[in-house]
């Protein structure tokens, strides 16, 4: 997969981000650095949006984007509590 040169942060996912202590590097570096991908649905941008997933030490990160070409719409972003 390509890298993905530019991000566009939804109003939904910046405000969830915030309220989840995650940055907007956080959430770009998942997209390019993911451990897992997987196709969700058609977007409204005329791209698919993907659940990308990586695991740190400590934190096992989610993200939502729409991707079309180079670009990405982030939706949401948050940590999966595997504890449930």
């Known amino acids: 997969m390509q890298r993905i040169q530019k991000f566009h942060h939804t109003a939904h996912a910046s405000?969830?981000?915030?309220?989840r202590h995650l940055?907007?590097?956080?959430?770009?570096?998942?997209v390019?650095?993911?451990?897992?991908?997987?196709q969700q649905y058609h977007?409204?941008?005329?791209?698919?949006?993907y659940r990308?997933?990586?695991?740190?030490d400590d934190l096992d990160l989610v993200v939502v984007p729409e991707v079309k070409g180079g670009q990405a719409w982030i939706l949401t972003g948050f940590v999966n509590?595997?504890?449930?």
């Not at 940055?23 to 998942?30: A, I, Y």
């Open 15 to 19: 405000r969830r981000a915030s309220e």
């Open 23 to 30: 940055t907007p590097e956080m959430l770009e570096s998942v």
């Open 32 to 38: 390019n650095q993911h451990d897992r991908k997987t």
């Open 43 to 49: 977007g409204q941008h005329g791209g698919f949006v």
């Open 52 to 56: 990308f997933t990586r695991k740190t």
């Open 81 to 84: 509590d595997n504890t449930l």
